[in-house]
């Protein structure tokens, strides 16, 4: 029935990528003391660098007053909201449709026929509506990992070229409660020797598990 349909259906809830899952954790407009103090720590740092092989990123600097940051989080909220509005409209309109069609076919207004034909219409509709929701779901999805993309090739190009000048081979982000690894100079993977290492233990431990045998 077309009312189990209404009431099982959930409004379209838009998932913000540029929450910035792996670089931040806060909110771009979180309070203004708490900016300062994120300032006055990343200008300090800033002031008093020196060349060495680490260093870190303020991650909560970035995501405040990294101007690329800022405008792609306004921009994606202000694009989920209307979406969201849009999606809304759409289901107060098919709603209001519903209760029509119910209130029309209790007063005899409409023929068992003609009612049946307008409640496989309005099912349509909220098929169509359920696609769209997906669709724009998607789309919206695909955007905003582009400019998260965007932002990390960004940040990543910066830290290139600042530590060719200072030198650094790793570049923390650091946070309060976490820290990630921002940059990483190629000469330092060693994932090649590790793995072969791993594979070799586990080569000789099954050798020996099938000489045991």
Do not use: H, W
């Not at 219409?121 to 169509?128: I, S």
């Amino acid at each position: 029935m077309i009312k189990n349909t209404f009431t099982n259906s959930i409004y379209f809830v838009v998932v913000v990528f540029i929450s910035f899952v792996a670089l931040t954790g806060c909110n771009p407009k979180e309070s203004k003391n708490a900016s300062a103090s994120t300032t006055t720590t990343a200008s300090t740092s800033s002031n008093s660098s020196v060349e060495g092989d680490i260093a870190y990123v303020n991650v909560d600097s970035l995501n405040v007053y990294y101007n690329y940051l800022v405008d792609i989080s306004d921009k994606t909220e202000k694009k989920q909201l209307e979406i969201r509005r849009q999606l809304e409209q759409s289901e107060i309109k098919l709603q209001a449709d519903y209760e029509s069609l119910q209130k029309r076919a209790s007063q005899g207004l409409l023929s068992e026929n003609a009612a049946k034909k307008e409640q496989q219409d309005l099912q349509t509709q909220v098929q169509m509506l359920d696609r769209q929701k997906a669709s724009m779901s998607e789309a919206f999805r695909l955007q905003s990992e582009k400019d998260l993309n965007k932002a990390f090739s960004n940040i990543e190009s910066v830290l290139e070229e600042y530590k060719a000048e200072k030198g650094y081979r790793v570049v923390l982000g650091v946070q309060k409660g976490m820290s990630m690894i921002l940059y990483t100079d190629k000469n330092l993977d060693i994932t090649k020797p590790v793995l072969e290492l791993l594979n070799e233990k586990y080569k000789t431990e099954q050798d020996s598990a099938e000489v045991a045998n």
